[in-house]
């Protein structure tokens, strides 16, 4: 059975467009008539794409390729589902219900496909697979988990907590660097329009006075007249540093010493590193109580941090539990993570009581990201206008000394 994008409008003559599932544009367009709608046009749809056929011309949807399914999405829609499922709902059923709440098009299409496949008899895992974009690894397997142990509903309560508590870190170090990141743009903006269209025309009073200028003033005409001169030589450099760097990075060793570069830096290091261990324990802890076995875990978890070194600090342990041996041990050694974690995760090991354990940690750490977030935040701010303040200054004492050195001549 295929997915049919439809528009057309009601017995009101109201405008209305959504998707239908058939065997063929004909049986979509019955079903439509069906519901008190009156398609005028039908069209086979894909999750991520749209084409449209009329006659021999084709015409492709390009908004499509515009949208994306955001991660906030994929955690109301968990929620939604863990709700229908702890109500005894049939899967079928559930995900119908979903896609008639889901505003997002890509995700509706996508689940509509999942329901296609659940109803002939696939699992909801399996289902799954084919749109890892939206569902990653670590989620089809905590399903996988929670079909096989019966237990779906849990697990898809637990897949919404934390997809919702990454999301809550996600935002918060999104809104702690907007300010820093905003502030910098606009005093960027205003020394460039400082250099390129005020200091240009101070310039030619300078030239009228005849007599030899400050070291601070020349340097700042200087400035200006470089980059009115070569700023599109700037502006190739600066283009082809982006591409540059992005190819070193995308190269073993460049991602390793980037990705170390990354935990060890001035200010934002010990906050990456904070991140990446909150992000490890709590993935951890999900998989291992939603009854995801050690090793598959610890292969997924690894992906999660997305810094190579931390990540083969995890591989390392992994293949120390292969050989029957303890988790924490291993990441000690590698020096990356935290006593705390290595020491909660040893007593975990001990007392089988592992996963409390992670999530402890993982809240902890969740706090003082929190807490270093806002410090930083609050210690930006004033650091950004003085360094403001400081260019204006330069600026203002560069167009000042003339003058007054012109007073001191009148005189």
Not at 22 to 45: C, E, Y
Not at 97 to 110: M, P
Not at 141 to 170: C, F, H, K, P, W
Not at 304 to 325: M, P, T, W, Y
């Amino acid at each position: 059975m295929a997915v049919f994008e439809y528009k057309g409008f009601d017995a009101g003559g109201k405008d209305v467009s959504g998707i239908v599932d058939a065997d063929s544009p004909k049986t979509a367009r019955t079903k439509l008539r069906k519901q008190g709608l009156f398609p005028t046009d039908v069209w086979a749809q894909k999750a991520g794409k749209a084409t449209r056929s009329k006659g021999a011309s084709i015409e492709v949807d390009f908004s499509r390729f515009f949208q994306r399914v955001k991660v906030q999405d994929v955690a109301t829609m968990t929620s939604q589902m863990s709700t229908l499922i702890s109500a005894g709902i049939p899967m079928v059923e559930a995900l119908t219900a979903l896609i008639d709440q889901t505003e997002n098009q890509v995700l509706k299409l996508t689940l509509t496909e999942i329901r296609e496949q659940v109803n002939q008899g696939e699992t909801l895992a399996k289902a799954m697979m084919p749109h890892s974009k939206i569902f990653n690894p670590l989620y089809i397997n905590m399903v996988a988990a929670g079909e096989q142990s019966g237990a779906l509903d849990i697990v898809m309560l637990r897949l919404a907590e934390y997809t919702e508590a990454s999301v809550r870190l996600r935002g918060q170090v999104t809104q702690a660097m907007m300010y820093p990141v905003l502030m910098g743009g606009v005093s960027m903006l205003i020394v460039i329009g400082l250099f390129v269209g005020v200091i240009p025309r101070i310039r030619r009073i300078f030239d009228s006075f005849g007599e030899g200028l400050p070291l601070i003033t020349e340097m700042v005409l200087w400035l200006s007249e470089f980059i009115q001169a070569w700023w599109w030589a700037l502006g190739l450099l600066a283009i082809a540093f982006f591409f540059g760097f992005r190819r070193w990075v995308s190269t073993p060793s460049g991602r390793e010493r980037f990705d170390r570069w990354k935990l060890t830096m001035p200010v934002f290091g010990p906050v990456n590193r904070l991140v990446a261990t909150s992000r490890f324990c709590r993935t951890l802890a999900t998989l291992l109580s939603s009854g995801v076995p050690i090793l598959t875990a610890v292969g997924i978890v690894k992906n999660v941090v997305q810094n190579v070194v931390l990540a083969d600090a995890i591989d390392k342990a992994g293949a120390n539990i292969r050989e029957g041996q303890s988790i924490a041990a291993p990441l000690k050694e590698s020096g990356q993570f935290p006593p705390l974690v290595t020491h909660m995760i040893a007593i975990g090991e001990k007392t089988g009581e592992l996963e409390p354990m992670l999530l402890k940690v993982s809240d902890s750490y969740d706090t003082q990201v929190e807490n270093t977030l806002s410090g930083l935040t609050s210690l930006l701010e004033p650091i950004l206008i003085l360094v403001m303040g400081g260019v204006v200054m330069l600026v203002a004492l560069s167009v000042l000394l003339p003058m007054l050195n012109l007073s001191a001549i009148a005189r």
